[in-house]
C-alpha cells in the first residue's frame, strides 16, 4: 500500500499543502507473438486533503481546481 505523501503548490498564487497518494508510471512492455506484454500506465496523485495554513479546503475546491491540483502534483513529483 502507498503511503501518503504531502507536498507544497501554488495554485492560482495560494500557496496549497496537498496530501494524496501517488503511483508512479509503469513502462510498456512490448507485445511478443505470445501475447505476453504490458500497455503500461501513467502516473496517478489521490487527494487525502488540500490545506491552506492548516485549514483543509477540500470540500470547497471546484472540479477543474481539484484536476489542476492533480496534474500539478504529478509533475511535481515526476521531477
Known sequence: MNKVIEIELN???????????YSPPEP??????DMAGYPGCSAEFEID????????IT??????????????AIEKLKD
Open 11 to 21: 495554485i492560482g498564487g495560494v500557496d496549497i499543502t496537498v496530501s494524496g497518494y
Open 28 to 33: 510498456m512492455i512490448m507485445y511478443d507473438s
Open 59 to 72: 470540500e470547497l475546491v471546484s472540479d477543474d481546481v481539484y484536476n489542476e491540483i492533480i496534474e500539478k
Open 49 to 56: 486533503s488540500i490545506q491552506v495554513n492548516g485549514t483543509d
